[in-house]
Nanobody
């Protein structure tokens, strides 16, 4: 079992930056890959970014590739999502997810554990 708790969401304006954190517990953090997803009202949950167990490899959705950065600190059992140049279309609930198989791509079904989400709202 892996427990995930997100934090760092909030309100911002277009162009602002926010940093999300996801604290993990219950399993050796350094052996699992991590991802961030988001879900806007009335839309399906979509992949944002993923990072390998070591942190050496990352993968992004095209719309955030030049603005968001995923990283992790295994010593702190935490994964981060640094979001810069925020846009109103980034407004969503952001979810942290863990993959015990080491998968860090965009396929929702390959992630085994999920946090409860943190709200990010960006105004124009």
């Amino acid at each position: 079992q892996v427990q995930l708790v997100e934090s760092g969401g909030g309100l911002g304006q277009a162009g602002d930056s926010l940093r999300l954190s996801c604290a993990a517990s219950g399993r050796t953090f350094g052996s699992i890959a991590m991802g961030w997803f988001r879900q806007a009202p009335g839309k399906e949950r979509e992949f944002v970014a993923g990072v390998s167990w070591s942190g050496s490899s990352t993968y992004y959705q095209d719309s955030v590739k030049d603005r968001f950065t995923i990283s992790r600190t295994n010593a702190k059992n935490t994964v981060y999502l640094q979001m810069n140049s925020l846009k109103p279309e980034d407004t969503a609930v952001y979810y942290c997810a863990a993959s015990v198989s080491g998968f860090y791509g965009s396929a929702y079904g390959n992630y085994d554990y999920w946090g409860h989400g943190t709200q990010v709202t960006v105004s124009s």
